[in-house]
Nanobody, 115 residues
Framework: QVQPVESGGGLVQPGGSLRLACVAS????????MGWYRQAPGNQRELVAT???????NYADSVKGRFTISRDNAKNTVYLQMNNLYPEDTAVYYC?????????WGKGTLVTVSA
């Protein structure tokens, strides 16, 4: 399986929005649990959101109501819509694909929230 590839990170002001995308090439994309994780400097990697093959979503309490995870199985892509961003959302965001004996990570995309 090819490593997932994230995109969409960048610099945004507090209160702004970004949409991250992750393309996970290969077969059976629709069967995988897809997730977004993040790691801020000096912190451990933490869960942001996951979406199951059936579309069930799960969010960290810190992002509930602000972030939305979605997937387009026809495009082998998972998205993370991030609204009302806070400076504490600054981190490298990683995409994860899990299932069918696979547990693979992308290289990450940097999100910086700063005025």
């Amino acid at each position: 399986q090819v490593q997932p590839v994230e995109s969409g990170g960048g610099l945004v002001q507090p209160g702004g929005s970004l949409r991250l995308a992750c393309v996970a090439s290969g077969s059976f994309f629709g069967l995988y649990l897809m997730g977004w994780y993040r790691q801020a400097p000096g912190n451990q990697r933490e869960l942001v959101a996951t979406i199951s093959s059936g579309g069930t979503t799960n969010y960290a309490d810190s992002v509930k109501g602000r972030f939305t995870i979605s997937r387009d199985n026809a495009k082998n892509t998972v998205y993370l819509q991030m609204n009302n961003l806070y400076p504490e959302d600054t981190a490298v965001y990683y995409c994860n694909r899990k299932g069918l004996g696979v547990d693979s990570w992308g290289k990450g995309t940097l999100v910086t929230v700063s005025a």
